[in-house]
């Protein structure tokens, strides 16, 4: 039916695309948007392009698949300031949490992003990856939470091996 695919047509910020965020979208990311009760077009383009380069970090330099809990440990969800219903929240480095093995700094350059959408097909239908009528409503979920597992002492160690060889987010994303 067209509603069926009306949808399954979802707009995204051009600066996802950007970011390598393409359908079909990771578990991580709707796990992400799921977590936090968020929709896409809540994340403001910095944290896009930082939960892309947190899972590739992850993947490809760490070698452990990423985790709303891994992310939570290292990253808090915050509202930002207006009342906007887009680019309205932001995911914020923890510095006690990641003990300053991770360095996470990321700007990109997001000029005017809100009027800069892009439509895209997706297989299947999800209420979270559609225009959102209203800013998100903050929960303690959004908050940071220390991982006390053994494993992470690995990915620490691990991480501050990468920081140590210099290579940072910014590189990541490169």
Partial sequence: PQADL??????LHL??????LLPPFSDFFSAVLAHYQV???????GSIVLLSAFAFLCE???????SVALLRH???LQLN???HCSGCVSLRAVDAAAGGALDARLSPNADGFRRQWVYVDIAEPNPLLQIPSVPPEPSPGWQHEELDD???ALVLARLVELKKA??????VVR
């Fill in 166 to 171: 210099r290579v940072t987010m910014a590189m």
């Fill in 15 to 20: 600066h996802a695309l950007f970011s390598g």
């Fill in 39 to 45: 929709h896409a077009l809540h994340l403001d383009p």
């Fill in 6 to 11: 009306v949808a399954t047509i979802i707009p």
């Fill in 150 to 152: 053994p494993w992470l």
């Fill in 60 to 66: 490809a330099f760490v070698g452990i698949p990423p």
């Fill in 74 to 76: 290292f990253f808090s």
């Fill in 81 to 83: 300031l207006g009342r």
